[in-house]
């Protein structure tokens, strides 16, 4: 039986799977269908010669969820709420996004203003009843939600997170109008303070929740068409994987699905090669995205804003993401710079080169004139350089450069907002760039990374095994993941032990109990993580802190605070005796641990020239260099590759620019030194 790992790109669909008794290993590559993606997903099976019957568990990663929301894509849905706080989702925090820029608009809300609602209600912060619901506006509102013709409703009260019973009362009144709806509770969603972002992140949930549903239902049911036994598996944007079923109720859990596998393949490599802080970067025909990868994991924010004041308060992998990969399209700004994306030629029509009806020049396009790519990317498409020579010498005319100038200043600015990008998700988690592998992922990855990389002063670039299919290979390696939390607030020394480990009990039960209905047999190797959301006594951030297993008394509460200290110094490079650490949140998860994978299979030619398949000329730094071109996957532990080169694997290609060396290390990853 296979296990198999699909990435849904907005370009490409993934595949990689390994036969569970052999350990045979396959790849493969399709465009992403976008008119309906489950067929990409089926397309890439059938490439790489699997029988749908043959699969035991198919996991799967998707951006369907954060398209749907980006686009405003999904059918109407409506929100109720407290009275006085019907434009709580739209007004935010009163952030500026710019602060010097007059004229910035927000984003669209999420749920259109003539389908908010409000009943009057009052809990206060201690769970009790200050107002009761009023039936009869509760009963008038859910009129008007039946006759809109509404799919899904989120309800979000003001202090839900301390009692969700007026919630719960207003869904059971809605249940009685319209039995057939999707219904979501803030209560339930993420019982916690702000209401900001936990009004925000149900109105999400609620919104998404007909477009996974038929997403689900499609795939599904395309899979048992092919006689799929299996089991579905969806990526989560914490880190592990969750049944379809669970899928279908928290897409909210799922706005980071594809990029999660890309962390998990950064994870492994932390147990395969030796380096214990690994920059997770994915480079694929839309965007750009980069991550933190220590110990083996990948950090964990729990305020991801999807867009400005559009903030998800679910635990995700800190994945920064820009529009910025190899179909990023160059263009003229009004004030004459040359520019690169964030807009893409996605898959259809795809870059010019391809001859699928693309007319703008991308960054695809520029790496082939440059000589950076096969004209037949590895015998799979015959590129048209031609066209792509034409759409270029347009756009350098716009700007007064020669051709070549053009496409070599078209991958500059689209390194350099990949390394801003970097930048940001250092700088903003306090690490030192130069204490970090660069790993590089994703089709177009391995093209740029040496000089994001050298950019950023980074010393060593990492392009492993399977790199072009990366996210699909690290979706084989994850776990089955719960994730809870509570809402707790005191001091440290303050808090009630007893209470503590009330909630914390509470959590373990509710994180191990939806493991095992989402199909984890073994309940008794199930992981439990604990942890609180942190912060000095005034503050208005959280950091997580990890919190010690067994029974907490008064005599951990020194530690915890001094674990606190620490994080907290790691995190902002300060900490402070003056001001006490408080409790916020405690959350739990639950971990059920998969087979490991086998080990990657290396290929390796007992002719070390075997490697070498030619010669071509290279443009760099304004100048045409003759370069080896070597197959990739003929690379052996003895080879010494010095820059300029140009290596070529059956999904990825990497560019080796001058000043830089290369080997293969015992996985079959290419190691990268960088002359900064």
């Given at each position: 039986?296979?296990?198999?790992g699909?990435?849904?790109?907005?370009?490409?669909?993934?595949?990689?799977?390994?036969?569970?008794k052999?350990?045979?290993?396959?790849?493969?590559?399709?465009?992403?269908?976008?008119?309906?993606?489950?067929?990409?997903?089926?397309?890439?099976?059938?490439?790489?010669?699997?029988?749908?019957?043959?699969?035991?568990?198919?996991?799967?990663?998707?951006?369907?969820?954060?398209?749907?929301?980006?686009?405003?894509?999904?059918?109407?849905?409506?929100f109720?709420?407290?009275?006085?706080?019907?434009?709580?989702?739209?007004?935010?925090?009163?952030?500026?996004?710019?602060?010097?820029?007059?004229?910035?608009?927000?984003?669209?809300?999420?749920?259109?203003?003539?389908?908010r609602?409000?009943?009057?209600?009052?809990?206060?912060?201690?769970?009790?009843?200050?107002?009761?619901?009023?039936?009869?506006?509760?009963?008038g509102?859910?009129?008007?939600?039946?006759?809109?013709?509404?799919?899904?409703?989120?309800?979000?009260?003001i202090?839900?997170?301390?009692?969700?019973?007026h919630?719960?009362?207003?869904?059971?009144?809605?249940?009685?109008?319209?039995?057939?709806?999707?219904?979501?509770?803030?209560?339930?969603?993420?019982?916690?303070?702000?209401?900001?972002?936990?009004?925000?992140?149900?109105?999400?949930?609620?919104?998404?929740?007909?477009?996974?549903?038929?997403?689900?239902?499609?795939?599904?049911?395309?899979?048992?068409?092919?006689?799929?036994?299996?089991?579905?598996?969806?990526?989560?944007?914490?880190?592990?994987?969750?049944?379809?079923?669970?899928?279908?109720?928290?897409?909210?859990?799922?706005l980071?699905?594809?990029?999660?596998?890309?962390?998990?393949?950064a994870?492994?490599?932390?147990?395969?090669?030796?380096?214990?802080?690994?920059?997770?970067?994915?480079?694929?025909?839309?965007?750009?995205?980069?991550s933190?990868?220590?110990?083996?994991?990948?950090?964990?924010?729990?305020?991801?804003?999807?867009?400005?004041?559009?903030?998800?308060?679910?635990?995700?992998?800190?994945?920064?993401?820009?529009?910025?990969?190899?179909?990023?399209?160059?263009?003229?700004?009004?004030?004459?710079?040359?520019?690169?994306?964030?807009?893409?030629?996605?898959?259809?029509?795809?870059?010019?080169?391809?001859?699928?009806?693309?007319?703008q020049?991308?960054?695809?396009?520029?790496?082939?004139?440059?000589?950076?790519?096969?004209?037949?990317l590895?015998?799979?498409?015959?590129?048209?350089?031609?066209?792509?020579?034409?759409?270029?010498?347009?756009?350098?005319?716009?700007?007064?450069?020669?051709?070549?100038?053009?496409?070599?200043?078209?991958?500059?600015?689209?390194?350099?907002?990949?390394?801003?990008?970097?930048?940001?998700?250092?700088?903003?988690?306090?690490?030192?760039?130069?204490?970090?592998?660069?790993?590089?992922?994703?089709?177009?990855?391995?093209?740029?990374?040496?000089?994001v990389?050298?950019?950023?002063?980074?010393?060593?670039?990492?392009?492993?095994?399977?790199?072009?299919?990366?996210?699909?290979?690290?979706?084989?390696?994850?776990?089955?993941?719960?994730?809870?939390?509570?809402?707790?607030?005191?001091?440290?020394?303050?808090a009630?032990?007893?209470?503590?480990?009330?909630?914390?009990?509470?959590?373990?039960?509710?994180?191990?109990?939806?493991?095992?209905?989402?199909?984890?047999?073994?309940?008794?190797?199930?992981?439990?993580?604990?942890?609180a959301?942190?912060?000095?006594?005034?503050?208005s951030?959280?950091?997580?802190?990890?919190?010690?297993?067994?029974?907490?008394?008064?005599?951990?509460?020194?530690?915890?605070?001094?674990?606190?200290?620490?994080?907290h110094?790691?995190?902002?490079?300060?900490?402070?005796?003056?001001?006490?650490?408080?409790?916020?949140?405690?959350?739990?998860?639950?971990?059920?641990?998969?087979?490991?994978?086998?080990?990657?299979?290396?290929?390796?030619?007992?002719?070390?020239?075997?490697?070498?398949?030619?010669?071509?000329?290279?443009?760099?730094?304004?100048?045409?260099?003759?370069?080896?071109?070597?197959?990739?996957?003929?690379?052996?532990?003895?080879?010494?590759?010095?820059?300029?080169?140009?290596?070529?694997?059956?999904?990825?290609?990497?560019?080796?620019?001058?000043?830089?060396?290369?080997?293969v290390?015992?996985?079959?990853?290419?190691?990268?030194?960088?002359?900064?």
């Amino acid at each position: 039986m296979w296990r198999v790992g699909i990435d849904v790109g907005g370009t490409f669909t993934d595949l990689f799977a390994w036969e569970e008794k052999t350990g045979k290993q396959v790849t493969a590559k399709v465009l992403t269908t976008k008119q309906d993606r489950s067929i990409a997903v089926l397309e890439s099976i059938e490439k790489a010669g699997i029988s749908i019957s043959d699969i035991s568990y198919l996991m799967h990663g998707t951006t369907t969820a954060t398209n749907a929301l980006i686009e405003r894509s999904y059918p109407d849905a409506a929100f109720i709420t407290t009275e006085g706080f019907r434009d709580t989702i739209e007004i935010g925090r009163q952030h500026r996004q710019h602060l010097y820029d007059p004229y910035q608009t927000k984003p669209k809300p999420i749920i259109k203003r003539r389908y908010r609602y409000t009943v009057p209600e009052r809990t206060n912060v201690r769970g009790e009843t200050e107002r009761p619901l009023d039936v009869a506006v509760a009963r008038g509102v859910a009129e008007k939600i039946k006759a809109a013709g509404i799919q899904s409703v989120a309800i979000g009260f003001i202090n839900s997170y301390a009692s969700g019973e007026h919630e719960e009362q207003m869904r059971d009144i809605l249940r009685e109008y319209c039995p057939d709806l999707h219904i979501v509770l803030s209560s339930e969603t993420r019982p916690i303070f702000r209401e900001h972002g936990r009004f925000v992140t149900t109105a999400v949930r609620a919104a998404c929740m007909p477009v996974m549903v038929k997403y689900m239902d499609d795939l599904e049911k395309r899979l048992d068409q092919h006689g799929f036994t299996g089991k579905l598996l969806i990526l989560k944007s914490s880190g592990g994987v969750m049944s379809a079923g669970a899928a279908r109720q928290h897409p909210e859990d799922m706005l980071e699905s594809g990029p999660a596998g890309g962390v998990a393949y950064a994870g492994y490599l932390t147990e395969q090669s030796g380096f214990d802080r690994i920059l997770h970067t994915d480079v694929g025909g839309t965007s750009f995205d980069v991550s933190i990868v220590e110990h083996g994991k990948g950090l964990i924010t729990r305020d991801h804003e999807l867009e400005w004041e559009v903030p998800i308060v679910v635990p995700m992998l800190d994945i920064h993401s820009v529009g910025s990969g190899g179909g990023s399209i160059g263009w003229v700004d009004a004030g004459g710079s040359l520019r690169v994306g964030p807009k893409s030629a996605g898959s259809e029509p795809g870059p010019v080169c391809y001859g699928r009806g693309g007319t703008q020049p991308t960054i695809t396009d520029a790496n082939l004139l440059l000589g950076r790519l096969d004209p037949t990317l590895n015998g799979k498409i015959d590129l048209d350089i031609e066209a792509a020579r034409k759409a270029m010498d347009k756009l350098a005319g716009e700007i007064g450069l020669t051709t070549l100038a053009t496409a070599e200043g078209m991958i500059r600015i689209g390194c350099e907002y990949m390394a801003q990008a970097v930048k940001k998700v250092l700088v903003a988690r306090g690490r030192d760039p130069r204490d970090f592998v660069y790993a590089s992922f994703g089709g177009a990855g391995a093209l740029a990374a040496c000089f994001v990389a050298r950019s950023m002063n980074i010393p060593k670039v990492i392009v492993p095994p399977h790199a072009g299919v990366a996210s699909a290979f690290g979706a084989t390696v994850m776990d089955l993941r719960q994730d809870i939390e509570h809402f707790y607030y005191s001091p440290v020394m303050e808090a009630d032990p007893g209470k503590v480990n009330e909630i914390l009990n509470d959590l373990e039960a509710s994180a191990r109990k939806e493991l095992v209905q989402q199909g984890f047999a073994n309940e008794q190797e199930i992981e439990i993580i604990r942890s609180a959301q942190m912060r000095y006594v005034g503050q208005s951030y959280e950091v997580d802190t990890p919190l010690p297993n067994g029974v907490l008394t008064t005599a951990h509460l020194p530690g915890i605070e001094n674990e606190f200290h620490g994080v907290h110094l790691q995190e902002f490079g300060v900490s402070s005796d003056d001001f006490a650490p408080a409790f916020v949140s405690f959350s739990v998860t639950a971990i059920g641990r998969m087979d490991d994978p086998p080990p990657v299979e290396v290929h390796y030619s007992a002719d070390e020239k075997a490697a070498i398949k030619g010669q071509r000329d290279v443009y760099f730094d304004g100048e045409w260099t003759r370069c080896d071109i070597y197959e990739g996957e003929a690379l052996t532990t003895h080879h010494q590759i010095h820059g300029p080169a140009i290596i070529e694997y059956d999904h990825a290609c990497t560019v080796l620019p001058p000043k830089t060396h290369a080997h293969v290390n015992a996985m079959g990853a290419l190691v990268i030194d960088i002359e900064i």
